[in-house]
């Protein structure tokens, strides 16, 4: 385990320890922070797609490109 992650690991024992309404106030402490708040929506989103299927980004440009010039 890294520094990083052993660091992360006592922040995330010590929130879980906390009781839930303490939980949520520091929920809400971190979602009212604008620049937080995106980078956790983004990691929601790719944690949630993470097993869906890839394909190339010239693929994807492509296909734009070509819906585009309809």
């Known amino acids: 385990m890294t520094k ?5 690991e006592v ?11 303490e939980q949520d106030a520091v929920v809400i402490r971190l979602a009212e922070d604008k620049r937080l708040r995106e980078d956790l929506v983004d ?8 097993d869906e299927p ?12 070509t819906k585009h010039n309809r």
């Open 4 to 8: 990083t992650e052993a660091t992360a």
């Open 11 to 21: 922040f995330w024992t010590a929130f879980k320890a906390l009781p839930r309404k």
């Open 54 to 65: 890839t394909r190339p980004l010239a693929n994807v440009l492509q296909e734009i490109e």
């Open 43 to 50: 990691i929601a989103v790719a944690l949630e797609r993470k």
